[in-house]
């Protein structure tokens, strides 16, 4: 993929990967930084941080194949040379077709979205662009703008479908290899409301509990590079503890040339010691 919309000659030396990968490192989450490249079709291994997935593992989320119509092939297929060229009416062309490909309102949105913080965040800021023609877009013409009273697509659960996991997670917890564990995640989730990204992507320094039988203390790495910490029910930091009592460490080998600090270690690991995934979060809760 060739990227001559991000100048290397610019007399930073920078190519336009190092470029992407600058404005994707904006974001502390792996996830946030992966959803970003996905809608502006940057190719995932200019990601950073990002391991493509263990094609043995039996789940996985399964991400869409690149159409060509993400913003940057789109731009190069149809000869824009730098992001001065740009015009409003030109990111509503793009949406237009992105419309007659089948892309929902939703997707559009976001997507409108995503290109929308490249200029904000990056481009403006670096001097490759003036303005942001994202941002001029008239959301409501292109129906982008959800219409007041139209019911949110967020699964809502029950109290009888929540009382109804946490037994299920508790009668499992000593029955299964990983039972403490993703107990003490349905506790979190249940108890505090966080979001399964949120959960997954928190460290083992992230928690603490002043003493045994008080409220533990969980910080969470929102969206947006939000950081903010909630409280742990005791019943919940108990069920968070007893899985730590059993945890391992994970075992990470030392990399030829690694400098500085270790990488922080994920709160909840697998059996290999990797982070959970997000996916097997969302398989607990359907099982």
Not at 139 to 161: D, I, Y
Not at 164 to 180: E, I, N, Q, S
Not at 246 to 258: F, N, S
């Amino acid at each position: 993929m060739t990227l001559a919309l991000v100048p290397s000659a610019d007399g930073t030396g920078k190519s336009g990967q190092e470029r992407l990968a600058e404005f994707l490192r904006i974001y502390t989450s792996l996830n946030t930084r992966v959803a970003y490249a996905t809608d502006l079709g940057i190719p995932l291994e200019w990601v950073p941080g990002y391991v493509p997935p263990d094609p043995t593992r039996r789940r996985g989320r399964r991400r869409a194949q690149p159409t060509g119509l993400e913003w940057f092939p789109w731009c190069l297929a149809n000869g824009f040379g730098s992001f001065a060229e740009i015009r409003v009416e030109h990111v509503e062309r793009w949406l237009d077709e992105l419309a007659r490909a089948g892309y929902s309102d939703a997707t559009r949105g976001r997507m409108l979205s995503a290109v929308s913080a490249f200029y904000r965040k990056y481009l403006i800021r670096e001097g490759l662009a003036e303005q942001n023609p994202a941002a001029l877009v008239d959301r409501r013409t292109q129906h982008l703008n959800r219409a007041s009273g139209t019911p949110s697509a967020t699964a809502r659960w029950s109290f009888e479908a929540c009382r109804a996991l946490l037994l299920a997670a508790h009668l499992l917890a000593g029955h299964r290899r990983d039972g403490r564990r993703d107990r003490a995640m349905v506790e979190i989730l249940i108890g505090t409301g966080v979001r399964a990204e949120e959960l997954v992507g928190t460290h083992l320094t992230d928690y603490r509990r002043p003493v045994p039988g008080a409220i533990g203390i969980l910080r969470v790495h929102g969206k947006g590079a939000k950081d903010r910490e909630v409280a742990l029910a005791a019943p919940v930091a108990d069920a968070l503890d007893a899985y730590l009592e059993q945890r391992l460490p994970p075992a990470v080998p030392a990399l030829r040339g690694q400098v500085g600090p270790a990488p922080a270690e994920p709160l909840f690991v697998t059996s290999t010691g990797r982070r959970v995934h997000v996916s097997h979060v969302t398989a607990v809760l359907r099982r």
